[in-house]
């Protein structure tokens, strides 16, 4: 089984290393300011894709785990808000060098930037919650709660918001560029390899994450000897502290 | 045991109570309001405030005003020690209901003193009180309902007042998107139908939005309240 692992890891590689070369040997697409820059789009599209996969998956997760209280949908929850985390930050990081490259200036608050931006809060704030909550049972439900509520306001930021009449007039970026067709030919067909090289990407990743977690969680714990750092005391416990005996002196 | 209107409404009492005795959310509110105008006074003096600028402005104001306040309902809960008696005797959700007809309430109130004398300070003119109000409305619902949650999320962990502020913000920024697109209408001038047409979409938009917000508060809201 090992050995079969070991090929699939040399398949992948070369299969990447095709996309990438089979990316290059594409002639340049048409209507761009630098041509030969909008191969960006190969990743820059794929991964809002994924990331609204996992991002779905990983609401289904927080709801499994709300409705179960089985701890290891916390951990699949975290795996997946992770790499839903990663893809999001591949497509800004890919949009910003687009914008430099096509419009020549890195950030100009274009509405999808922005939302995108604001997404990414969300998702931030997911984490600074998750690190502020220092019991482990709080923190799986409070987070999982945090993350269908804000589930809305992201899709709503990704989907909807761009897309409103006045926001899509003020804004360069396109928002149909597959209902009318404009990727088309070997375009459509990098952009698919990437989307399933990504996806295989991914999936790999959560597998070992998730096992990850799930072998931390049978750590022996030590309970209350174990100082926590992300709660604070209540306010009624009063808390020992030593005093200098200064008769000792 | 206690239908949960008679639940909701005891919660809402014990809120304005609390409220009258101690007057911080108003006291804080008003005085957020009152700095916040003459801080934006100050720093535009002598220059006119466009309708883009001024709209986006007082619902920053409000924004604020909003995640300074509201999240402090829930956090005072169980900083005081009472979270635990109000969980035995009332449901979940007629505590979520009951802070947030509180909230809603507050924030409108100091939305409209925050707009009051923002108006008066600025010269900013109105033209559609209408789409104002229901701007405001639309806008409190659901900021009462994100902050409510916040609130109680953040109220059991560490460094919770800056906490909710930070995750609050983030959910309550597409709202804010949209009150901006109504206010700017509502402040005028609206030179033609279609543009008047895009305020009420926006605002209907934000209605939405704001009811949403409480719909899906009221069924996540037990899972953090319990645990």
């Known amino acids: 089984m090992e050995k079969l692992i070991k090929y699939l890891k040399w398949l992948f590689a070369l299969a990447a290393a095709a996309v990438t070369l089979w990316s290059f040997t594409v002639p340049d697409a048409a209507g761009f300011q630098q041509p030969e820059f909008a191969r960006v789009f190969f990743w820059h599209f794929p991964c809002p894709i994924l990331g609204t996969i996992l991002g779905l998956t990983t609401g289904w997760f927080s709801y499994k785990y709300l409705a179960t209280h089985d701890i290891a ?7 997946a808000v992770e790499l839903t985390t990663i893809f999001w930050l591949v497509t800004m990081a890919s949009g910003i060098l687009f914008s430099e490259l096509e419009w020549g200036t890195w950030w100009q608050w274009d509405p999808r930037q922005t939302s995108f931006l604001l997404v990414l809060l969300i998702y931030f704030a997911y984490f600074a919650l998750r690190g502020s909550i220092g019991d482990e049972t709080r923190k799986a439900s409070h987070s999982a709660a945090y993350y269908l509520a804000a589930l809305g306001p992201t899709l709503f930021l990704i989907y909807v918001f761009p897309r409103l009449h006045q926001i899509a007039e003020s804004s360069l970026h396109p928002t149909q560029s597959i209902m009318q067709g404009q990727i088309k030919g070997e375009y459509a067909y990098i952009i698919l390899a990437t989307l399933a090289l990504a996806s295989i990407l991914s999936a790999w990743l959560y597998r070992l994450r998730v096992k990850a977690g799930l072998l931390l969680l049978e750590e022996p714990s030590y309970g209350n000897l174990e100082t926590n750092r992300s709660d604070t005391a209540h306010p009624p416990v009063v808390r020992p502290i030593r005093v200098p005996d200064e008769s000792r002196e | 045991m206690n239908s949960i209107w008679a639940e909701i409404g005891a919660v809402v009492r014990k809120e304005a109570l609390t409220e009258m005795r101690a007057r911080n959310g108003i006291a804080t ?12 006074a100050l720093a535009t003096f002598n220059r006119t405030i466009d309708k883009d600028m001024a709209s986006g402005l007082l619902w920053v104001a409000i924004l604020f005003a909003a995640v300074i306040t509201l999240p402090r309902v829930m ?5 005081q020690g009472t979270a635990d008696l109000l969980r035995m005797l009332a449901r979940p959700e007629a505590v979520y209901w009951g802070k947030c007809i509180f909230n809603g309430c507050q924030i409108m109130a100091a939305s409209f003193i925050l707009s009051f004398l923002f108006f008066g300070f600025t010269h900013v003119g109105l033209e559609s009180p209408g789409l104002f109000a229901l701007s405001v409305f639309g806008g409190s619902m659901g900021l009462a309902g994100s902050a409510t949650m916040c609130g109680a999320l953040v109220a059991r962990a560490a460094n919770r007042a800056m906490l909710a502020g930070a995750i609050a913000v983030p959910l309550l920024l597409p709202l804010v998107a949209l ?15 279609f543009v008047y047409d895009a305020g009420v979409r926006a605002v209907i938009g934000l209605d939405c939005y704001g009811i949403a917000t409480l719909a899906i508060g009221v069924l996540i809201f037990p899972f953090a309240w319990k645990s």
């Not at chain 2, 956090?75 to 900083?79: L, R, W």
């Open chain 1, 73 to 79: 949908w916390d951990v699949r929850a975290e795996a």
């Open chain 2, 29 to 40: 509110s008003a005085l957020f309001a009152l700095v916040t105008v003459v801080a934006i």
């Open chain 2, 75 to 79: 956090v005072t809960e169980e900083e």
């Open chain 2, 179 to 193: 009150g901006v697109s109504g206010m700017r209408v509502a402040i005028g001038p609206i030179e033609a139908d």
